[in-house]
T-cell receptor, first 111, second 116 residues
């Protein structure tokens, strides 16, 4: 079945440093979504990318969808303590657009 | 108003018991899901219903039985609970958007199940 892997699994950064998480799917995706889950919370939708090679920005966050639509990345510039949480990519595919979540990257920001 | 609400938020029970988790969404979405998040934080889809019809049924023990009385509700009943069932169970709903048919998920707050 489809597998979506993320690296790294964990990342500790000093506040103000940049952070990147990478997402790789075993199959071609129709779209990629990114979610953030704060400690003790639930996943919250951040953004969706649909087109090959698409790049979208949300303030300090930059999202990219690979040309082959099998990988994606999330880059955070100048991390803040409010960025703490687990970031999940989620790939959509199939007739009913089954959404398969990546393994997640847990970000810890040290003040 | 909470968009996707689950009850109970916490559930502690003994092995072998039967328990249910309820989910309701007021977003008017056609599709609802159950996801299981284990201690390693992996989020795995269990079931999905579209307008009361089961459309996704992953490799889940048949001790787990979802029921959707209408498109706004999706309940999960678990028989003969086992230690390995301990996890956070998230309900979610979605509505396809745009030509890509991409389903953006709105999650409930989760139900933490602990089996002793």
């Amino acid at each position: 079945g489809q597998q979506v892997m993320q690296i790294p699994q964990y990342q500790h950064v000093q506040e103000g440093e940049d952070f990147t998480t990478y997402c790789n799917s075993s199959t071609t995706l129709s779209n990629i979504q990114w979610y953030k889950q704060r400690p003790g919370g639930h996943p919250v939708f951040l953004i969706q990318l649909v087109k090959s090679g698409e790049v979208k920005k949300q303030k300090r966050l930059t999202f990219q969808f690979g040309e082959a639509k099998k990988n994606s990345s999330l880059h955070i510039t100048a991390t803040q303590t409010t960025d703490v949480g687990t970031y999940f990519c989620a790939g959509g595919s199939g007739g009913y657009q089954k959404v398969t979540f990546g393994t997640g990257t847990k970000l810890q920001v040290i003040p | 108003d909470t968009a996707v609400s689950q009850t109970p938020k916490y559930l502690v029970t003994q092995m072998g018991n039967d328990k249910s988790i309820k989910c309701e969404q007021n977003l008017g979405h056609d599709t609802m899901y159950w996801y299981k998040q284990d201690s390693k934080k992996f989020l795995k889809i269990m079931f999905s219903y579209n307008n009361k019809e089961l459309i996704i049924n992953e490799t889940v023990p048949n001790r787990f039985s979802p029921k959707s009385p209408d498109k706004a509700h999706l309940n999960l009943h678990i028989n003969s609970l086992e230690l390995g069932d301990s996890a956070v169970y998230f309900c979610a709903s979605s509505q396809p958007s745009g030509s890509s048919g991409a389903n953006v998920l709105t999650f409930g707050a989760g139900s933490r199940l602990t089996v002793l």
